[in-house]
């Protein structure tokens, strides 16, 4: 298909039709393929106006707290509320076959079967922080096909929580009740950027929900005074970060979940955050693409591809500094423009 019959796909109603496009949208945005890359832009540039208009939710946390589960119940709330839902799944990559390992649209059985959701598990490749590569470029078809809100749910290791924030419009971090709590509520590198924090599966140890509830809201309000700048206090018109109990599992506390993401995209959109928080992240995404295109250029540079291996060899065994060596590959690409 080319990428003007993708995108009538994708922005026409009819719902097989539509899920068709957007799969092979997707499959093209995330081919590595010269030919493929160049109707990927097109497409792109073709989407841009019919995107922008669904609200961004990440979600991520350690493995085994409950993400599935969470935006399974989440997703067939905002249905009966008359939502469209798209998950953008991010698993881990298989070290042998490369594809995804933990089967996400497999776990969330009654949400992937319904006609106004739309769940799409990428493997994460290797990406730094376990973010798919192309995820923000698929969340651009998921707003094109009129998806009200787009779920990234990441791996929850590493730098994940990181790549999700600088990607969505609300970033929500999922803990358990009885996990080391002490050691949760001062993980400053995390907490600094949550907009909401999720004690879920409170109801197996309701006691210790409430008091990681009340160690976490002490951290965030200590970050708020002493670190980060969005999160200032004793401003109405201001987002505040907070904490707040949930049984996914049992649906009990969605609906106040869902009230608190509400009432921040109401504030953040009022008060401008929420347009600034999108302008930056093109911009990021933008500088991100270049530095990726700059090394791809580099490692396939002739003169480079002709000097790396010697220099590899010498920096492997200690007769080049590593430093000296880069300066070397950097100069043979600049002597041959």
């Known amino acids: 298909m080319t990428p003007a019959q993708l995108l009538e796909g994708i922005l026409q109603g009819h719902p097989a039709v539509q899920r068709r496009a957007m799969a092979k949208a997707i499959t093209l945005l995330e081919s590595t393929r010269a030919d493929h890359r160049a109707q990927a832009d097109e497409l792109l540039t073709a989407m841009?106006?019919?995107t922008g208009r669904?609200?961004?939710?990440?979600?991520s946390g350690v493995p085994g707290v409950g993400k599935s589960t969470f935006i399974e119940t989440l997703g067939l709330y905002l249905i009966a509320?008359?939502?469209?839902?798209?998950?953008l799944a991010i698993d881990p990559s298989s070290t042998v076959s490369g594809g995804s390992i933990l089967g996400d649209k497999t776990r969330m059985e009654h949400l992937s079967v319904h006609p106004n959701a739309y769940i799409r598990p990428s493997p994460s490749s290797g990406t730094l922080g376990g973010v798919a590569e192309k995820t923000r470029e698929s969340m651009l078809v998921c707003e094109a096909a009129g998806y009200d809100v787009v779920i990234v749910e990441t791996v929850g290791v590493g730098q994940s929580e990181i790549a999700v924030h600088g990607m969505t419009d609300m970033f929500c971090l999922l803990q358990l009740p009885n996990a080391g709590d002490d050691l949760q509520a001062i993980k400053k590198g995390v907490m600094e950027i949550a907009d909401l924090v999720v004690i879920n599966k409170a109801d197996i140890d309701p006691h210790a929900a409430t008091r990681?509830?009340?160690?976490i809201t002490s951290s965030l309000r200590l970050l708020g005074m002493h670190g980060n700048p969005d999160h200032a206090h004793h401003n109405e018109l201001q987002w505040q970060p907070?904490?707040?109990?949930i049984s996914?599992?049992?649906?009990?506390?969605?609906?106040?979940?869902w009230n608190a993401v509400e009432e921040f995209k109401r504030l953040q959109t009022n008060n401008g955050k929420l347009q600034l928080r999108r302008e930056r992240q093109a911009l990021a995404w933008m500088w991100e693409r270049?530095?990726?295109?700059?090394?791809?250029?580099?490692?396939?540079?002739?003169?480079?591809?002709?000097?790396?291996?010697?220099?590899q060899s010498d920096v492997a065994a200690g007769r080049v500094a590593a430093s000296t060596a880069a300066r070397a590959l950097l100069a043979a690409q600049d002597h041959s423009v």
């Open 81 to 87: 509320k008359g939502l469209k839902v798209a998950v």
């Open 54 to 59: 669904s609200f961004r939710l990440g979600i």
């Open 242 to 245: 907070r904490v707040v109990q």
């Open 48 to 50: 841009l106006p019919h």
């Open 212 to 215: 990681a509830q009340a160690q």
């Open 248 to 257: 996914a599992l049992k649906g009990d506390g969605v609906e106040g979940f």
């Open 290 to 311: 270049i530095d990726f295109g700059l090394k791809q250029a580099f490692r396939h540079h002739p003169h480079v591809r002709e000097l790396l291996p010697q220099m």
